[in-house]
């Protein structure tokens, strides 16, 4: 008979610590993100908010936030060059499988302070824990290595991965802003901007949005051009190459 007793006091002693659970709600500043022929980049502000957060953990800077924008996943190659005779030439490469084209890091403080390794390795945070998964044979570990970091510098060299340490804030006790940075030759597609929160080094949640980066004008009629009616497309482009350079020569010909 006290069986029964046990099991629903011990459901009564859980239901308060449930419920106290920490949530969060994110929003973006927009949701589209349109390229143009001035396009030059463009910032990206993301507005969030916290409930059931324990005020002493939030006073003295428990709770972290890490804002992520990552972009289209497609498999990207990277080749090393050697000089051969002479002459720079490829010599070796590696393919990634289904890496992000684009990615933006911002966090209350820097990532690798927050958490361990091991959980920013499991769940893909921060552009040094990204998975970079070979396709292929690879050789051997330095190789693996070698052509990682290369893929990472890179892609900060040309500004589609970027780092802010700094980037979240808290505006209140319960609410938090973030910025982050779209390069000029941002890709196009359906990007995401996810936001993590951890309590004292402590996975709590996660939430996602999706940000359509789009072209417009003339860029995006060339662009639905060469995809829809490929053919047309390439055929338009000789016949435009073979005008302009026949009206080059006929301008600058020496009388």
Known sequence: MLTPLVAEAQVLLDQPETASRETMEIGTSTSEIA????????DLTIFGALSN??????????????????????NATVRRKERVFGIWVNTR?????????AYSVSSTRAIDNITAPLELNDRGIGMDHIPLTPIGSVGNAANLTEFR??????????????????????VSSSLFKASLRLPADVPNGVHTVRAYLFKSGKFVTEKSLPLRVIKTGIEQTITDAAHERPIEYGIFSVLLAV?????????????
């Open 53 to 74: 957060t324990d005020e002493l953990l939030l006073a003295i800077g428990q709770y972290d936030i890490v804002v992520v924008l990552e972009g289209p996943r497609e």
């Open 93 to 101: 490469s590696m393919t990634f499988e289904r890496v992000p084209e």
């Open 149 to 170: 970091q290369a893929f990472r510098r890179l892609q900060e060299a040309n500004g589609l991965y970027e780092r802010d340490p700094s980037g979240v804030r808290f």
């Open 35 to 42: 390229i143009a022929s001035d396009f030059a980049g463009a």
């Open 243 to 255: 005008f302009t350079g026949w009206t080059a020569s006929y301008v600058f010909r020496k009388s």
